[in-house]
């Protein structure tokens, strides 16, 4: 993908929240109840008769944190209770002996995550008891070969704690930062010592951490541009290895902590997108690679080289290197993708641990995905990740006529072309300077489930 990008804002208030974020294909609210324990089975049986044993990636939620930050809209539980934590580590111990058994040992394990919440609120014996859990019951990749990450909230984290993790099996770390300003942090309730921040980040460094990142946030209250110039100063200087940018959504009617922020406070749209404008010409100015969406990366860290290779891919932890996983979700909400199927254990801790307990896989709702879905899937993820689909690939691999199965897409596309988004012709379109900050409008053309076309059902009779 160019690295060429242009800010233009016109355009971006006109096509402003238009498309899924495309974490997968179909998106997570085309899940169904009526996929459940007997379907996952199935999937995972499937996958396991592959003739190339694919290789596995983990992800565990740990839902817990110590106090509620306000703009926050992650599946997370406030508490301090050491109990409450120590049972959900035994049932997710649990979960593991249930799931495990049922990949076969020659799956190596070569991604590993841990999100949250915090996943910190489990103390370091914690951590290492499921770290070892893990290591017991599934094949991990020699340790070269690992891609092990775990988000850590900076504020609850010793420096000491730093190389402990290291040493249970962690080479990769986000740290939350989301703004250095006091008074943002004041009034989303989530003041950090910046020395602390950068303590911690040359602790990673110093203990051999390869990669560190940073979250931020922008459209947060009390932002304006010259105190988020500031914090992207001070990122600057601390030069994290990659920087995930997020945008903030106000919708105090699903989360209620964020009723704790003024609405007054809030930059309107324009200054919004000035804070957006500034963060992505900043970041790129002092020698990032802009990823795509909202993630940046150092020129040498392997988001960066896996673009540039075609290796990078897209799913539920965002972008990734790993393209040719099973990735395998444990905990309350944690989802996951074995072959061609998506499953979604209980998002509410009462009903994971009564099926956890009860001896049953936590999964309540998911999707098995059909040749169609396979097709725009490929379609979406050459366009969020490369920025460049040709034609003839998604034709030799599925058997299709592109023009003649997409016909009523590309129909669609001229608007684009004209707002300067895309390059199309005959073999392919590539996203130019102008949409690579718009690629889920890009993307969205080839979704079947949003509602603006129909699909021939002579073409659909090729999917199946």
């Known amino acids: 993908m160019s690295?060429?990008?242009?800010?233009?804002?016109?355009?971006?208030?006109?096509?402003?929240?238009?498309?899924?974020?495309y974490t997968s294909y179909p998106?997570?609210?085309?899940?169904?109840?009526?996929?459940?324990?007997?379907?996952?089975?199935?999937?995972?049986?499937?996958?396991?008769?592959?003739?190339?044993?694919?290789a596995l990636s983990l992800y565990a939620h740990i839902p817990f944190c110590f106090s509620p930050c306000f703009y926050c809209g992650?599946?997370?539980?406030?508490?301090?209770?050491?109990?409450?934590?120590?049972?959900?580590?035994?049932?997710?111990?649990?979960?593991?002996?249930?799931?495990?058994?049922?990949?076969?040992?020659d799956r190596e394990v070569v991604q590993l995550h841990l999100g949250g919440g915090t996943p910190n609120?489990?103390?370091?014996?914690?951590?290492?008891?499921?770290?070892?859990?893990?290591?017991?019951?599934?094949?991990?990749?020699?340790?070269?070969?690992?891609?092990?990450?775990?988000?850590i909230d900076p504020r609850t984290v010793d420096v000491g704690d730093i190389g402990a993790l290291r040493e249970i099996g962690f080479n990769r770390v986000?740290?939350?930062?989301?703004?250095?300003?006091?008074?943002?942090?004041?009034?989303?309730?989530?003041?950090?010592?910046?020395?602390?921040?950068?303590?911690?980040?040359?602790?990673?460094?110093?203990?051999?951490?390869?990669?560190?990142n940073f979250d931020l946030i922008y459209g947060l209250p009390m932002q304006n541009t010259e105190t988020f110039a500031a914090t992207l100063a001070t990122v600057a200087r601390i030069r994290p290895d990659r920087i995930a940018l997020y945008s903030y959504a106000h919708m105090p009617e699903l989360f209620k902590a964020q009723n704790k922020i003024n609405v007054l406070s809030l930059p309107d749209p324009e200054r919004k997108l000035a804070l957006f404008q500034l963060a992505v010409e900043t970041l790129m100015a002092e020698g990032y690679v802009y990823i795509g969406m909202d993630h940046f990366a150092l020129p040498g860290d392997e988001l960066t080289l896996a673009q540039a290779?075609?290796?990078?891919?897209?799913?539920?932890?965002?972008?990734?290197?790993?393209?040719?996983?099973?990735?395998?979700?444990?905990?309350?909400?944690?989802?996951?993708?074995?072959?061609?199927?998506?499953?979604?254990?209980?998002?509410?801790?009462?009903?994971?641990?009564?099926?956890?307990?009860?001896?049953?896989l936590a999964t309540v709702?998911?999707?098995?995905?059909?040749?169609?879905?396979?097709?725009?899937?490929?379609?979406?993820?050459?366009?969020m990740c490369q920025g460049h689909l040709r034609f003839e690939d998604i034709a030799r691999r599925f058997g299709i006529v592109f023009a003649e199965y997409f016909h009523g897409e590309l129909e669609q596309l001229p608007a684009l072309v004209e707002d300067g988004l895309i390059a199309l012709d005959a073999e392919s379109l590539t996203v130019l300077p102008r949409g690579r900050l718009l690629l889920r409008v890009i993307a969205s053309r080839f979704d079947a489930y949003l509602p603006k076309k129909t699909i021939p059902s002579e073409l659909l009779q090729q999917a199946r």
């Open 365 to 383: 709702r998911g999707l098995r995905t059909h040749n169609d879905d396979r097709i725009r899937a490929d379609v979406i993820q050459a366009i």
């Open 174 to 212: 986000s740290l939350g930062i989301q703004d250095f300003d006091p008074q943002v942090q004041q009034a989303i309730n989530r003041l950090q010592d910046t020395d602390r921040i950068r303590d911690i980040f040359n602790a990673c460094k110093a203990n051999g951490f390869v990669s560190v």
């Open 121 to 151: 609120a489990l103390n370091i014996g914690q951590l290492a008891e499921l770290m070892q859990e893990f290591a017991r019951n599934f094949h991990f990749a020699p340790e070269r070969e690992r891609d092990f990450s775990i988000e």
């Open 27 to 54: 998106t997570a609210p085309q899940f169904s109840p009526k996929f459940q324990d007997q379907d996952l089975l199935k999937a995972i049986a499937e996958s396991n008769e592959d003739p190339i044993p694919r």
């Open 309 to 360: 290779s075609g290796d990078l891919h897209r799913n539920f932890m965002g972008y990734t290197t790993r393209k040719q996983t099973d990735l395998v979700g444990f905990g309350v909400s944690a989802i996951s993708q074995i072959g061609d199927c998506y499953a979604q254990n209980a998002k509410d801790l009462p009903a994971w641990t009564a099926r956890v307990q009860s001896g049953k």
């Open 74 to 105: 992650c599946n997370r539980i406030i508490t301090r209770d050491a109990d409450k934590k120590q049972d959900y580590l035994e049932n997710l111990l649990k979960e593991i002996r249930m799931l495990a058994p049922l990949f076969d040992r």
């Open 3 to 21: 690295q060429a990008t242009l800010f233009d804002l016109d355009l971006i208030r006109r096509y402003d929240g238009v498309g899924p974020r």
